[in-house]
């Protein structure tokens, strides 16, 4: 794998493949099937795109009720039927909830109780986000990894915004969340992580 899974990383990548797609996600943002297609299960995919520029593969088809995981060929349990998915691990859980007021405490315990190397939760600001933030801030602090997702910079929340389809990403941290600065295009050329 060329590209370290981190939540840096991922949140890169997650810009960069949605801007490349801006009018298309914006003319659907307000058809939930249409748009959740475009993020799963379209052959131009945000997910699948992302996981082929991680070196990764995606599975999209509610694993354990995880919107989507991606993983290596070496995580697949080597003695399954043929087309058939079972996983010994998981690099990354990913939830995706269209509706920002639907309680994304659900979505991040989920994610907490799930075995892998990256949790990242996408959703859509409609409410109070400082106030989302904190109360999701709480939920993980109470664990008792949550120095290990802290230090590993392993948690990841994306809110995105309707107006022109911008982005801000948040890595936990014990203090708060960190604020992650939006890459410019020279910033993700430089870093490797260009591949359009």
Known sequence: MNLEI????FYNLWYETTEAQK??????????TGFTNLIFHSEEAVLKKIA???EMNCYTKNYYSLDAIFYTDDDLVPCRPPNSYWFRNIQIAFEHENFFGSGLYQEVSHLLITNCKMRVLVTYR????KM???K???????????QNIADRESFLIIF????NFQWKGYIYKNEGWQLLANPTSEELLLSGVHYL
Do not use: M, W
């Open 160 to 163: 995105g915004y309707e107006n």
């Open 52 to 54: 082929d520029k991680l």
């Open 6 to 9: 981190t939540a840096s990383n």
């Open 136 to 146: 999701l801030h709480a939920v993980i602090k109470g664990v008792p990894q949550s």
């Open 23 to 32: 009018e298309l996600l914006l003319n659907s943002f307000r058809n939930n």
């Open 126 to 129: 409609n409410g109070d986000e």
């Open 132 to 134: 989302e933030l904190d």
